[in-house]
């Protein structure tokens, strides 16, 4: 549960934000970096409401707060604009807008109660392949629609400049935590063959950016566990990664499912071919930007509890 945020917070955030009226609601323990609640309003609606912890990312609060509502923006126009059913898009609040500040380290946000499977985070089974493409291409075809709202993706891998500090300062102490210094060791351990992965993703960046292929709108995160099969198809939830990029930033996801036969069928159905290289390179940067991520939480103060500790897990496993 967010500190200081209790369920009279949230009902009286939902009522002024959305005229929302709360009867019953029920705290979801999942997702990282955000709070989840199923809320019951007087009418009898279901809704599933996201509050997003905005100091989890090292950029000031808000900028954080504005481009989450300029992605969640982004999927309300491709659903209600470009049609594209599949998206689970935000409900906008009394002023239209997706997103509602709370307070400096919190925002809330509204979708409606989807019922259906979500998946797990992994490989697509092969059977979904085709239909997950079918959806892509059709996101990706749907760009013109977001022209003027999507924020554009950047190539470099998020955290760079923290993971490069943190590489050049393993000769002393860490001392963010019960993790600090078993991060500083690990890294040491592993500093060459992380440099060797930096300097991958730059010969990467190299050779898509020479590439200048066309950029459309993409997910950025379509695995299958942010998906939901309900019975009018598949969802796509968790919107708050769109962005501006190359087909391959959602496609690589895909690619090691299906092999070359199904982003083949990509190719037919969109006209666009795949960039092997851009593949690579967001395979590559998905990793690197993960490992970035957990050292930068262990250089800043951090306890040890169950998020720590899987964290710690987690970047153990990538660089072991």
């Not at 005229?19 to 279901?46: E, I, K, M, N, Q």
């Not at 000031?60 to 509502?69: M, N, Q, S, Y």
């Not at 060797?196 to 050779?207: K, Q, T």
């Not at 566990?225 to 190359?246: C, E, I, K, S």
Request: charged share 25%.
């Amino acid at each position: 549960m967010p500190k200081g945020l209790d369920d009279a917070a949230l009902a009286a955030a939902l009522a002024d934000g959305w005229g929302l009226r709360v009867r019953a609601s029920t705290y979801l323990p999942v997702g990282f970096g955000a709070y989840h609640w199923r809320v019951t309003d007087h009418d009898g609606r279901c809704w599933f409401v996201t509050v997003d912890d905005l100091a989890v990312d090292p950029e000031p609060a808000d900028a954080v707060c504005a481009a989450l509502g300029r992605a969640l923006a982004t999927a309300v126009a491709l659903h209600r604009d470009a049609g594209l059913e599949f998206v689970v898009a935000p409900v906008p609040g009394l002023a239209g807008e997706p997103l509602r500040r709370l307070d400096a380290r919190y925002a809330i946000s509204v979708f409606p109660a989807v019922d259906g499977a979500a998946g797990r985070f992994g490989p697509h089974r092969p059977q979904d392949v085709p239909e997950v493409l079918e959806l892509l291409a059709r996101l990706h075809a749907a760009t013109p629609a977001v022209a003027g709202t999507v924020d554009r993706a950047d190539l470099a891998v998020p955290g760079r400049g923290g993971l490069d500090a943190a590489l050049r300062d393993l000769d002393r102490p860490w001392t963010g935590g019960p993790f600090a210094e078993p991060t500083r060791r690990l890294l040491a351990d592993r500093a060459a063959p992380v440099a060797g992965l930096l300097a991958e993703v730059d010969r990467l960046v190299a050779r898509v950016t020479a590439a200048g292929a066309d950029r459309v709108v993409t997910h950025g995160e379509p695995h299958p566990g942010n998906l939901m099969r309900t019975t009018a198809g598949l969802r796509l939830v968790d919107w708050d990664t769109v962005r501006l990029g190359p087909p391959e930033r959602d496609l690589w996801f895909l690619a090691d499912d299906g092999g070359a036969e199904a982003l083949a069928g990509y190719t037919a159905a969109t006209g666009r071919p795949v960039d092997p290289d851009a593949l690579a390179l967001y395979r590559l940067r998905w990793t690197v930007a993960d490992i970035a991520a957990f050292v930068a939480d262990f250089r800043r103060p951090h306890g040890d509890g169950q998020d720590s500790t899987a964290a710690f897990g987690f970047l153990r496993g990538y660089l072991t």
